[in-house]
């Protein structure tokens, strides 16, 4: 299934093909990954993008969430086997979890934290 989002104002304009998006515990903000390689953190009482975390160009964002008890961090995972922690206040990135798979393709072998 592919969602398509649509976002207007009148300074940007900005639609793109979301990979995943979940809502924030208190369903307050939504996080979304798209297929522009962003992560996006949408303020929806105000009905506004408030902030854009730009991913490296040719890596694929496939999941994003918030922390269950704190609206303020989103863990990103990527088709690398990174998963990327983030600041959702200053956008800035955090903790780097490593994801190496040495046994299976679907099975989670080794995390280092970085």
């Given at each position: 299934?592919?969602?398509?989002?649509?976002?207007?104002?009148?300074?940007?304009?900005?639609?793109?093909?979301?990979?995943?998006?979940?809502?924030?515990?208190?369903?307050?903000?939504?996080?979304?990954?798209?297929?522009?390689?962003?992560?996006?953190?949408?303020?929806?009482?105000?009905?506004?993008?408030?902030?854009?975390?730009?991913?490296?160009?040719?890596i694929e964002n496939l999941c994003c969430c918030f922390h269950p008890?704190?609206?303020?961090?989103?863990?990103?995972?990527?088709?690398?086997?990174?998963?990327?922690?983030?600041?959702?206040?200053?956008?800035?990135?955090?903790?780097?979890?490593?994801?190496?798979?040495?046994?299976?393709?679907?099975?989670?072998s080794i995390i280092r934290i970085v």
């Amino acid at each position: 299934m592919v969602c398509f989002l649509s976002y207007f104002d009148p300074i940007n304009i900005y639609i793109g093909i979301l990979i995943d998006m979940q809502w924030s515990p208190i369903n307050d903000l939504l996080v979304t990954a798209s297929s522009d390689a962003s992560i996006r953190i949408w303020q929806i009482s105000k009905g506004k993008c408030m902030r854009v975390i730009e991913s490296t160009p040719g890596i694929e964002n496939l999941c994003c969430c918030f922390h269950p008890s704190n609206n303020n961090f989103i863990a990103v995972g990527n088709n690398r086997g990174i998963l990327q922690m983030y600041n959702v206040s200053t956008g800035k990135a955090l903790k780097v979890l490593f994801c190496f798979n040495l046994k299976r393709k679907n099975e989670l072998s080794i995390i280092r934290i970085v």
